[in-house]
């Protein structure tokens, strides 16, 4: 590995230094967790998560729509974390950390396509 470009497209074992707001994204509260690195610019890192869900509240007319009949919609985000956020990457050299992922978790990373977190 030369840069942190070289994490572009693998799987990585990222632990922060905060957590406060992010849950919202799909976060734990603690970590460390296995994600998708989709990117890596000036500013941070990208990862991939596939299970981001958000739930409409109102309707096209801006109607209130009740709690019985919300959907809950996935969606497949690409998520920042600045580079002052992260504590650790650790990228396997032997390729591995998807199978170790879904070791962690007790699933294989093709049939859920989530972000993974190791409690």
């Known amino acids: 590995m030369e840069n942190a470009r070289d994490?572009?497209?693998?799987?990585?074992l990222v632990k922060l230094k905060d957590y406060d707001?992010?849950?919202f994204a799909g976060f734990p509260?603690?970590?460390p967790f296995f994600c998708?690195?989709?990117?890596?610019?000036?500013?941070?890192?990208?990862v991939e998560n596939r299970n981001f869900v958000t739930v409409e509240l109102a309707d096209s007319k801006g109607r209130s729509i009740p709690k019985n009949k919300r959907k809950r919609r996935r969606h497949v985000?690409?998520?920042l974390i600045p580079w002052s956020n992260v504590k650790t990457?650790?990228?396997?050299a032997d390729d591995d950390a998807s199978g170790m992922a879904g070791e962690a978790l007790g699933e294989r990373e093709e049939e859920t396509g989530r972000i993974g977190f190791v409690t």
């Open 29 to 31: 509260g603690e970590g």
């Open 36 to 46: 998708k690195v989709v990117a890596v610019d000036q500013v941070g890192i990208w």
């Open 7 to 12: 994490l572009i497209g693998t799987t990585t």
């Open 21 to 23: 707001g992010l849950e």
């Open 77 to 79: 985000v690409n998520l």
């Open 89 to 92: 990457a650790v990228h396997f």
